[in-house]
């Protein structure tokens, strides 16, 4: 049972980005799972991996797509990637150390960002991309 429901309502108009979300949230399901189901800590830091590696890949892919159309909120939007590839990164390290906060901690944190995040600055940047690419 998934913890987090991709719903359309998530969709910002742009299939690329809208995949890429929808991976995320997968993503961010298998670690609640993992976690969950009491996997070692080797197996929950694979997954923590590759969401971070994903969501590195997927936050360029929108860079490049608002360099490519001139998109006038490009540089506040860069920013908020770069905070929060940090805070992955930093409970990533956190998890290594076993100076762990928890993972439910981090999944809360994630989901309520990545949720204002898609339903607030990839809304206007999916609109924008409307008849662009
Ligand atoms: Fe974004």
Do not use: C
Request: hydrophobic share 40%.
């Amino acid at each position: 049972m998934a913890h987090l429901e991709w719903q359309p309502a998530f969709e910002v108009g742009h299939s690329r980005i809208d995949s890429d979300h929808q991976a995320l949230v997968g993503a961010m399901n298998q670690l609640y799972e993992a976690a969950h189901q009491g996997q070692d800590k080797e197996e929950i830091a694979k997954i923590l991996n590759f969401l971070r590696d994903y969501t590195v890949t997927h936050f360029a892919t929108e860079e490049t797509l608002m360099i490519r159309h001139n998109y006038p909120a490009a540089s506040d939007h860069f920013a908020a990637h770069a905070e929060l590839i940090l805070q992955v990164s930093d409970f990533i390290a956190d998890y290594r150390t076993g100076n762990i906060v928890g993972v439910d901690v981090m999944l809360g944190f994630l989901e309520t960002w990545l949720m204002n995040h898609i339903q607030g600055r990839d809304r206007d940047l999916g609109a924008y991309l409307q008849g662009r690419d």
